[in-house]
């Protein structure tokens, strides 16, 4: 019998955790997919394509020209438009689609977030008195910041903002997660941050900030997530690796 094609949509830590525990398996043969955004890129337990498929006609062609069995999202939380393609391109095509996806933080006791739908309302939220801001969002989309320039930023992504933002204060750092609590802690108060600006991403790699928000009573403009709703979605890689040996048992082969 051949083996079971699946494609792992990446760029997460999850997905290649996946896709290691899948590599170990005999009766699966997986290549994980990457947008090829970034510069060095991690090593990978399976063979990777790397650039985007030309929007969800390009997926759902590629999906069926390979005949996968198979379509997992383990994108990040906040790649809406790979996960929007994702869902078209599975409809199209009727080929099983689930995402993994870890859970979003939750406020606890002692957070001051205020949660925004989108990275411009963030912007929006800082207010108009000049502030000391962390902008812990990524690159890409740090130029909504531009129209806010009475603030002073500290920017921190894995590569390069470019062009560098059009405001008057600005301090880059280049840093890769994971990111610990009193590390976290020692930046904010070296730099006299007054509000950070973060992205609800989940997990523990870049909790630290959070936690350390907390303890410091940092206010967070915490931007929420915007996710296709109706996608089956697991949370851990354990429940992913469940999924997969469920959708291709003999039972769900035989309909039952
Ligand atoms: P996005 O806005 O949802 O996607 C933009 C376009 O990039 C997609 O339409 C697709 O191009 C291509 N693309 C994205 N992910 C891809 C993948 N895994 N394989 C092939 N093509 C992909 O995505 P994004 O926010 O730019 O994120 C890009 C990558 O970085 C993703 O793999 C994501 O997991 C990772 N990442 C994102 C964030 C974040 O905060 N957004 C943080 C950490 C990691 P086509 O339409 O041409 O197919």
Redesign the pocket.
């Known amino acids: 019998m051949g083996k079971h094609r699946i494609l792992i ?4 830590t999850e ?1 290649r955790q996946l896709a290691t525990a899948l590599a170990e398996r005999t009766d699966y043969d997986s290549l994980l ?6 510069a060095e890129p991690m090593a990978q337990p399976v063979p990777v ?8 006609d ?2 759902a062609d590629f999906l069926t020209t390979e005949k996968f069995d198979l379509l997992i999202d ?12 994702a869902a078209i391109a599975a409809g199209r095509t009727g080929i099983p689609l689930f995402a993994l996806r870890r859970a979003e933080w939750k406020q606890e006791p002692g957070d001051r977030w205020t949660s925004v739908r989108s990275v411009p309302e963030a912007a929006l939220a800082l207010g108009t008195a000049p502030n000391r801001v962390f902008l812990a ?2 690159r ?2 740090a130029f909504h910041f531009e129209s806010a320039p009475q603030h002073s930023y500290l920017i921190r992504s ?1 590569d390069p903002v470019t062009p560098r933002l059009d405001i008057p204060h600005a301090l880059y750092i280049l840093a890769t997660g994971p990111f610990e609590e009193a590390a976290e802690r020692q930046l904010l108060i070296e730099n006299r941050i007054e509000v950070i600006v973060a ?1 609800n ?1 989940g997990g523990t790699a870049t909790h630290g900030k959070i936690a350390a928000a907390r303890a410091l009573g940092i206010p967070v403009i915490m931007v929420e997530r915007q996710q296709p709703a109706d996608v089956r979605t697991v949370e851990t890689v354990k429940d992913a690796l469940g999924l997969v040996d469920h959708l291709f048992s003999p039972e769900m082969k035989r309909g039952v």
């Open positions: 949509l990446a760029g997460t997905a997919s990457l947008a090829g955004r970034t394509r790397s650039g985007g498929f030309g929007g969800s390009g997926l383990a994108t990040h939380p906040f790649a809406a438009r790979i996960s929007h393609n969002i990524g890409q989309e894995v992205k991403s």
